[in-house]
């Protein structure tokens, strides 16, 4: 038999520059990055703790760095992004999801958990800062006894 | 064709957990924690060293700070593997081991150093 | 040469290729079936085929009924106890096709739903969307993984036949992407190979629709039936050619001319109401249709396209929501290929050539004139379409005529005698030779000039409307162009491998004998019928023409036209009307 | 309206490759005079008819549901038999094999691949108890259709294989078209469903290679939805994992 002869093309390591969509891929991907470095920023914080009180300070005192508020200000923007493109995602992990014979929009999956994501945010400033209607801060504290996060 | 049945699905867990945890609270705990406390733009005391040894003493501390640290960290090695092959820094497989290792040794790492608290 | 053995060679991998080797396989798992194509099978022209599919079964309906439209429908020049078997098994195959998983478009509790087709007098065509040739092809060709006994050679390109003493041996191949030479050994054949549309200019097929199979078939012995008969499809964009289905008819679009008026009123298809009514205006059958074109054209009734004249296809008063439910497909290809949107604007539209009613001659068991082969599907000429197909009965006939050859050839293999394989390589050497040598001529024409003249020739003298002066003009162009191709093709490309500027070679020496067999056969009939119409003899003449036209090869000369006798078993012809006077011919 | 007369020229740059002569592929340019109702398919119809018999590209139904014709144009995967020049112009129009896959000639790619992932898929109806044909059709409802419908309208054109970088990564992953197929048939009433390839999906080669770029459901021409069929199949396959597949539900 003949052999078929073909050519492989060979796969560039930057094939991702070469398309909008490649790139838009790559920058939801790079947000992980930021969120592997936070979860050891937290985790050393978390050692500092166990350590002792300067310890920990120190780990604060590294926080309030320009260098590290920098750090955290694009983790904070790429974490948005993730959150975004997540929710734009998940519909795809489930069976089609139909409303009275219509198939639901992507976009309104991605309103509604923006907008869960919003609420839930705002919930966890406003309990961080105090800022919590009294029966709800009471409910809270029931839930986590003094000493609590503020 | 060679079919191998592929252990993924249980890191593919791990990563779609830390995914919708990340999700959900990502952006207002990089805020508060490495923006708003660090400027001081919310009381001082927030994150003292009293306030959050009396918080991770509680159970509820100890799930959530073992959650969020674990779990954004098995999310995060899961897209970085995938990653360092497309750019061609390792074969998938090379940086699934490194960087999985990795997380499960920091995980490890983790639930110790709240046991101790 | 690299040789292959098989029981059963199929060629052509579309919806009557596909039932073929699927029926032989279940007949004989143990058979050794090779399926031959051109193009990977699911590219098969098959996939184009949007309407639906021909079988009884609502309760109003009978078989009665499909075997009298047929019947009319090919004014008479059908082969009745072909058309008896063909209704009898049609909706079988539907069901068949269900079991397989074609996705049938259905009612609200889960019935099979049916729609109507030019020339019904009732419902009766299945329909997957308006994308049922898509759907049926699809699911035959995956369901032919089910069967190891079926080994596919996609993209082989068949060459010739290997014919010794009246049977079938062998057939010669070349493998695309090397271009080696194959001999395939085998008990028996299927030739599948569709239709020939493209001999013509504005047609509505895919390019791979060019013939070879009737040329293969005549160069080997075999002989061509009722060539003369071309549909013209009332209602293709101008220009492309790509089909806007009959389903937009059956779904109730209207034809308009230039003025807005419903002109088929005026050519024996009224009255306008009540509306829509079977076989009346729109839902008339496609030849009078395209006819009704043609005479609104030369009264000047028709609006002009940089593509000729074309009239509208009007599917507004349907609304938005029915169009895109009902006819998904034609809604983007218009959007796609006229730049319209049906849902705003009517979509011009004019006839162009869309099927080939004739083909190699076979019985209703699908036997040619060779022993051990046998065709089916566009290609064949099995009897049931006479002068004019019926829409919707040609992918029935596919599947309902492809199982009786995979059958039929499964069965011979069994009786088929043991051959020298020695004589049969060495014809498939000559063979091969004559088709290696059109890789070296160093002098010649381009290929696409020839091609170019032929299409010319035959919209020009064997068109919708046909004349002596014409058909013979006609004739004479093709034997020149013949002898043009003897002398010789020059190719730029001159290498083996995945060489389609070759293959279209060796498929233009096929279509130009096609086309030669269909003017000679048109000449011959000096009647009009059907989709067969002579300015020169516009009435039937069934004292003299109520038979067959067979063409045999006449080697580098012009075909021989001969007739032969059409079988009548129960439906004596009379009168083929439409509209309001179908209607009273019906209560008579 | 445009005049479909109005002639312009415009370049199409072709990759080249002859497995016979050439070791890598090379450019070739040509000047096409179009007008504004021709495909870039029909460009290259006339490249070969009039220019260079020898360009090779595969092509048939030239109206977009053949799944022939897929090329890369101007670094994108599209069917050429859909794209208008009119809307490349001034060009140049960049014509290319799709991407990932071996080359065969031109613009001509090797499908070899697919069809046996295709194969591996048993892209057929798996029942429960074979009906006989006399009970007549079996019922669907318009919901069961629905179901699996989106699914069905693939047509092999293999766009979204050339939208895939873990396809061009690993030339043995299963791939979008491949299990949008799989997933056609499990979701198919009339199939008993997912134990029948779960093989296929569960594999390392199977749903799990796929790490949602998500192009190759923009890049299909016909609405399938191959991510989609994708990642569902990972829920389905780490239930499975999990062994609660069944007791969740699945066929
Ligand atoms: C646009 C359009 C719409 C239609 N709609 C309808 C409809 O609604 N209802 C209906 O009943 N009919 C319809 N038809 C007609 C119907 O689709 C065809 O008649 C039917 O599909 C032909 O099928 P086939 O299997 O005979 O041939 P094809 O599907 O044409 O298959 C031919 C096969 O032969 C192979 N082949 C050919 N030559 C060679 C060679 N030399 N070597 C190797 N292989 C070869 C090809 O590769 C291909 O696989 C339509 C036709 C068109 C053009
Ligand atoms: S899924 Fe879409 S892009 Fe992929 S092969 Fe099928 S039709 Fe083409
Ligand atoms: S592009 Fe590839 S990675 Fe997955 S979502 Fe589509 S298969
Ligand atoms: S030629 Fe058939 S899809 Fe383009």
Not at chain 3, 103 to 122: A, E, H, L, Q, T
Not at chain 3, 146 to 162: G, H, N, S, V
Not at chain 4, 23 to 50: E, N, W
């Amino acid at each position: 038999m003949t052999e078929v002869r073909t050519y492989r093309r060979p796969m560039p390591a930057d094939w991702w520059t070469r398309n909008p969509s490649y790139v838009v891929y790559m920058l939801r991907e790079a947000s992980a990055v930021f969120f592997f470095v936070y979860a050891l920023v937290l985790l050393w914080g978390l050692y500092t703790l166990t350590q002792s009180e300067a310890a920990y300070d120190g780990w604060r005192a590294l926080l309030a760095t320009p260098a590290m508020i920098a750090f955290h200000a694009v983790a904070a923007a790429f974490a948005l992004l993730h959150t975004v493109t997540w929710f734009m995602v998940l519909p795809k992990t489930a069976p089609t999801l139909r409303l009275g014979g219509r198939i639901v929009p992507v976009a309104a999956v991605v309103v509604v958990g923006v907008g869960a994501s919003a609420a839930i945010s705002l919930f966890v400033y406003a309990w961080v800062a105090g800022l919590l209607p009294p029966g709800l801060a009471e409910a809270v504290r029931n839930l986590v006894p003094p000493g609590g996060a503020s | 064709m060679k079919l191998k049945r592929s252990q993924e699905p249980i890191f593919w867990l791990l990563f779609g957990g830390g995914g919708t945890l990340a999700a959900l609270v990502g952006v207002v705990l990089i805020v508060i924690t490495g923006i708003l406390v660090p400027t001081g733009t919310l009381p001082p005391d927030t994150m003292s060293y009293a306030a959050m040894h009396a918080f991770a003493a509680t159970l509820f501390g100890k799930v959530a700070i073992f959650l969020v640290i674990s779990l954004l960290l098995w999310h995060g090695v899961h897209r970085m593997a995938a990653t360092a092959h497309h750019v061609g820094l390792a074969s998938a497989h090379t940086a699934q081991i490194v960087l999985r290792g990795f997380a499960a040794l920091a995980t490890a790492a983790c639930a110790y150093l709240l046991t101790g608290l | 040469m690299r040789i292959i053995s098989a029981d059963v060679v199929v060629i052509g991998g579309g919806g009557a290729g596909l039932r073929a080797a699927i029926a032989a396989a279940e007949a004989d798992p143990g058979l050794a079936i090779a399926l031959i194509s051109k193009v990977l099978p699911m590219r098969s022209h098959t996939v184009a085929a949007e309407g639906g599919s021909a079988g009884v079964v609502r309760d109003d309906d009978s078989l009665d009924n499909h075997f009298d439209d047929t019947v009319t429908g090919g004014e008479w020049l059908c082969d009745q106890d072909v058309v008896d078997y063909f209704v009898r098994h049609c909706t079988e195959e539907m069901v068949q096709l269900e079991r397989w998983g074609c996705p049938w478009s259905r009612k609200p509790d889960g019935s099979i739903n049916v729609r109507f087709f030019g020339g019904m007098k009732v419902q009766r065509t299945w329909f997957a969307a308006d994308k049922s040739g898509f759907h049926i092809l699809h699911t035959l060709f995956q369901t032919s993984h089910k069967y190891p006994a079926i080994t596919r050679y996609d993209e082989y390109f068949c060459a010739d036949l290997i014919v010794e003493d009246g049977r079938v041996r062998g057939v010669v191949a070349i493998e695309i992407a090397t271009g080696e030479m194959v001999l395939f050994h085998c008990k028996a054949a299927v030739l599948a190979t569709g239709g020939a549309g493209r001999v013509f200019r504005q047609n509505t097929n895919a390019g791979i629709v060019t013939g070879e199979g009737m040329g293969l078939a005549l160069r080997a012995g075999a002989v061509l039936r009722d060539m003369e008969f071309v549909q013209w499809h009332p209602t293709c964009l101008p220009g492309t050619g790509i089909l806007m289905s009959e389903a937009c008819r059956g779904e109730g679009a209207i034809l308009t001319n230039k003025d807005g008026y419903r002109y088929l009123q005026d050519y024996g298809l009224g009255p306008l109401d009540p509306w829509p009514r079977a076989k009346a205006m729109e839902l008339g059958p496609r030849d009078r249709l395209s006819q009704a074109f043609w005479h609104e054209d030369k009264k000047g009734n028709t609006i002009q396209t940089p593509h000729g004249s074309a009239v509208n296809l009007d599917l507004r008063h349907l609304g938005e929501k029915k169009i895109l439910e009902r006819l998904p497909l034609i809604t983007e290809a218009a959007r796609t290929f006229a730049g319209v949107d049906p849902v705003r604007e009517p979509i011009p539209v004019r006839p162009a050539v869309h099927y080939t009613m004739g083909g190699i001659a076979t019985n209703v068991m699908t036997e040619t004139a060779i022993s051990g082969l046998y065709a089916a599907g566009e290609c064949a000429s099995v009897g049931i379409h006479g002068a004019n197909r019926l829409g919707s009965n040609s992918l029935a006939e596919i599947v309902v005529f492809g199982k009786v050859a995979g059958e039929r050839a499964a069965q011979y293999v069994r009786s088929a005698r043991p051959v020298s394989p020695e004589r049969t390589a060495r014809l498939a050497e000559a063979s091969a030779t004559r088709v290696l040598r059109l890789l070296g001529n160093e002098r010649g024409e381009r290929l696409a000039e020839i091609r170019d003249a032929m299409m010319d020739a035959m919209e020009e003298g064997v068109g919708l409307y046909r004349t002596e002066a014409g058909l013979k003009a006609a004739c004479r162009t093709l034997a020149d162009l013949r002898a043009r191709y003897r002398r010789g093709i020059r190719l730029d490309d001159r290498n083996r491998a995945f060489n389609t500027e070759w293959l279209a070679a060796i498929e233009l020496g096929s279509m130009l004998e096609v086309a030669e067999a269909m003017a000679h056969a048109a000449l011959w009939r000096r009647e009009s019928r059907g989709a067969h119409q002579r300015l020169d003899a516009t009435a039937r003449d069934d004292r003299r023409f109520l038979v067959h036209s067979i063409a045999r090869s006449g080697g580098d000369g012009a075909p021989q036209i001969k007739s032969a006798p059409v079988t009548i078993t129960k439906s004596r012809p009379g009168s083929r009307v439409y509209g309001g006077a179908g209607a009273k011919a019906e209560l008579t | 309206m445009v005049h479909m007369t109005d002639t312009r020229t415009i370049r199409i740059e072709a990759l080249r490759f002859n497995p016979e002569t050439d070791s890598a592929p090379r450019l070739q340019r040509y000047d096409v005079p179009f007008t504004p109702d021709m495909s870039v398919l029909q460009g290259l119809q006339y490249i070969k008819d009039h220019l260079d018999g020898s360009l090779t590209f595969r092509w048939s139904c030239r109206m977009a549901v053949c799944g022939s014709c897929g090329m890369m144009i101007n670094g994108r995967p599209h069917l050429s038999c859909e794209t208008f020049l009119r809307d490349l112009y001034p060009g140049p129009v960049r014509v290319e094999p799709l991407d990932h896959f071996p080359v065969q000639r031109d613009l001509a790619i090797d499908q070899a691949g697919f069809l046996d992932k295709l194969a591996a898929i048993k892209p057929y109806i798996v029942s429960a108890k074979d009906k006989p044909l006399s009970e007549g059709p079996s019922r669907q409802t318009p919901a069961q259709l629905d179901a699996y419908y989106q699914y069905s309208q693939c047509i092999n054109c293999l766009l979204c294989y050339a939208a895939c970088p873990q396809f061009g990564l690993n030339p043995d992953f299963i791939g979008p078209a491949a299990l949008s197929l799989l997933h056609r048939y499990n979701l198919d009433s009339r199939d008993i469903g997912w134990s029948v390839r779960a093989d296929v999906a569960n594999a390392e080669v199977g749903v799990w290679e796929c790490t949602v770029v998500g192009y190759c459901s923009e890049v299909c021409p016909k609405g399938v939805d191959p991510m989609h069929a994708v990642n569902e199949n990972k829920v389905n396959s780490a239930l499975d994992y999990l062994g609660v597949k069944r007791l969740l539900g699945g066929r």
